[in-house]
């Protein structure tokens, strides 16, 4: 299925964001936010299926043909969640819903919480909050992160002979994805270079991070969070694996079959995800 898009840029003053627009002008106004290393193909399948929606799919910063951060600086999520909200600035939205996948869902479920005038609905796809860390272990990951910040000036992204190659090697990525949807990512996710094609992705989304919350702050997150919330969980995705998490969420939950790219690897997971998110959508 396909569906007229839009290719936008929006101008936020500190950064550049490049972004697919999809829908009615009419439509519910949702920002949607895909996943680490991804980018605005993410939701190429998902979109098409969805009713009544004007959606803004940002590259995040960093990704695809959105602008990288300074020298100097990495990628923290109070700092995306910041993007989001120039970005409904930009737009005029005073109030609009997230649509999140993975990363994109982490991101949506902070801003949701923490401004909680602002956002309308969650629609979260196999993503909720961020990976965590103890409390006494802050000083060792501190230490790792800026030793690996300080070591990235030596690397050197990989170089693909063409873009097949590229998509292949994302197939076998740190989260496997079909074919298909390795495809339609590396399309928006490459750049020419000398001898072949390299991810257009910032090197610094690879770092290790220097802070992360504890478990008891992530929670608080979400039990802050006060707009209606739907979480699609993949059966065979990340979230799956954590069932005493789900059972005391204050959020509708549904599990569809598939991993956690199920809104792209295939056709058919895409339609499954839209149906739920229709119905989500159009419950008064």
């Given at each position: 299925?396909?569906?007229a898009?839009?290719?936008?840029?929006?101008?936020?003053?500190?950064i550049?964001?490049?972004?697919?627009?999809?829908?009615?002008?009419?439509g519910?106004?949702?920002?949607?936010?895909?996943?680490w290393?991804?980018?605005?193909?993410?939701?190429?399948?998902?979109?098409?299926?969805?009713?009544?929606?004007?959606i803004?799919?940002?590259?995040?910063?960093?990704?695809?043909?959105?602008?990288?951060?300074?020298?100097?600086v990495?990628?923290?999520?109070?700092?995306?969640?910041y993007?989001?909200?120039?970005?409904?600035?930009?737009?005029g939205?005073?109030?609009?819903s997230?649509?999140?996948h993975?990363?994109?869902?982490?991101?949506?479920?902070i801003?949701?919480?923490?401004?909680?005038e602002?956002?309308?609905?969650?629609?979260?796809i196999?993503?909720?909050?961020?990976?965590?860390?103890e409390?006494?272990?802050?000083?060792?990951r501190?230490?790792?992160?800026?030793?690996?910040?300080?070591?990235?000036?030596?690397?050197?992204?990989?170089?693909?002979?063409?873009?097949?190659?590229?998509?292949?090697?994302?197939?076998?990525?740190?989260?496997?994805?079909?074919?298909?949807?390795?495809?339609?990512?590396?399309?928006?996710?490459l750049?020419?270079?000398?001898?072949?094609?390299?991810?257009?992705?910032?090197?610094?989304l690879t770092l290790?991070?220097?802070?992360?919350?504890t478990?008891?702050?992530?929670?608080s997150?979400?039990d802050?969070?006060?707009?209606?919330t739907?979480?699609?969980?993949?059966?065979?995705?990340?979230?799956?694996?954590?069932?005493t998490?789900?059972?005391?969420?204050?959020?509708?939950?549904s599990?569809l079959?598939?991993?956690?790219?199920?809104?792209?690897n295939?056709?058919?997971?895409a339609?499954?995800v839209?149906?739920?998110?229709?119905?989500f959508?159009?419950?008064?």
């Amino acid at each position: 299925m396909s569906l007229a898009v839009e290719e936008v840029r929006l101008n936020l003053g500190h950064i550049e964001l490049a972004a697919h627009l999809f829908g009615p002008e009419d439509g519910q106004p949702v920002i949607a936010l895909h996943g680490w290393l991804d980018n605005a193909n993410s939701f190429a399948r998902l979109a098409p299926h969805l009713k009544g929606l004007r959606i803004v799919a940002l590259d995040l910063a960093g990704h695809g043909h959105s602008g990288h951060r300074p020298p100097g600086v990495t990628y923290n999520l109070a700092d995306y969640a910041y993007d989001i909200v120039q970005v409904a600035e930009q737009l005029g939205w005073q109030q609009f819903s997230l649509l999140g996948h993975s990363l994109g869902a982490i991101i949506s479920v902070i801003l949701a919480a923490s401004l909680p005038e602002r956002v309308t609905r969650l629609a979260l796809i196999d993503g909720l909050m961020p990976m965590t860390g103890e409390a006494d272990s802050m000083a060792e990951r501190m230490g790792r992160a800026l030793q690996a910040q300080a070591a990235l000036a030596d690397k050197r992204k990989p170089v693909y002979r063409d873009q097949s190659h590229a998509a292949e090697v994302r197939m076998r990525g740190v989260v496997a994805v079909s074919r298909e949807a390795a495809q339609l990512l590396a399309q928006r996710g490459l750049m020419p270079v000398p001898g072949g094609y390299t991810w257009r992705s910032d090197s610094r989304l690879t770092l290790p991070s220097a802070i992360r919350l504890t478990r008891e702050q992530a929670l608080s997150f979400i039990d802050s969070v006060r707009c209606p919330t739907q979480l699609i969980v993949a059966a065979e995705g990340i979230l799956a694996q954590n069932q005493t998490l789900l059972a005391g969420l204050p959020f509708s939950v549904s599990t569809l079959p598939g991993g956690h790219h199920l809104h792209l690897n295939e056709e058919e997971g895409a339609r499954s995800v839209a149906d739920c998110f229709n119905r989500f959508f159009a419950t008064p």
